[in-house]
């Protein structure tokens, strides 16, 4: 059974850093190209960061470029989203993704496998 799991969400205030990580079981991933999206009350579900199987390519959203950096450890089957200087607008459920294509930058309807989800919130 394919799992994935979220953690390293939290509270932070404005300025601050947090680093999500998505562990993945039940298959191995590192043939497929991983995401993170995120889910603001009230608001779609927007990509956030993407990644391919090796790492060689990665895409951010315009409202996190330059805060936010996506990586991968094939070796432990885990996704990592460091994020600094966060800002209030980027509260939100965080939601890890995998999608069996070795490189997808898509909408959230295109991923295969999602975890749980962890919470952000930042404080102003």
């Known amino acids: 059974q394919v799992q994935l799991v979220e953690s390293g969400g939290g509270l932070v205030q404005a300025g601050g850093s947090l680093r999500l990580s998505c562990a993945a079981s039940?298959?191995?991933?590192?043939?497929?190209?991983m995401a993170w999206f995120r889910q603001a009350p009230g608001k779609e579900r927007e990509l956030v960061a993407a990644?391919?199987?090796?790492?060689?390519?990665?895409y951010y959203a315009d409202s996190v470029k330059g805060r936010f950096t996506i990586s991968r450890d094939n070796a432990k089957n885990t996704v990592y989203l460091q994020m600094n200087s966060l800002k209030p607008e980027d509260t939100a459920v965080y939601y890890c993704?995998?999608?069996?294509?070795?490189?997808?930058?898509?909408?959230?309807?295109?991923?295969?496998?999602w975890g749980q989800g962890t919470q952000v919130t930042v404080s102003s």
């Open positions: 993704a995998v999608d069996e294509r070795m490189w997808n930058v898509g909408p959230w309807y295109g991923y295969n496998y």
């Open positions: 990644i391919s199987w090796n790492g060689g390519n990665t």
């Open positions: 039940g298959r191995t991933f590192s043939s497929y190209s």
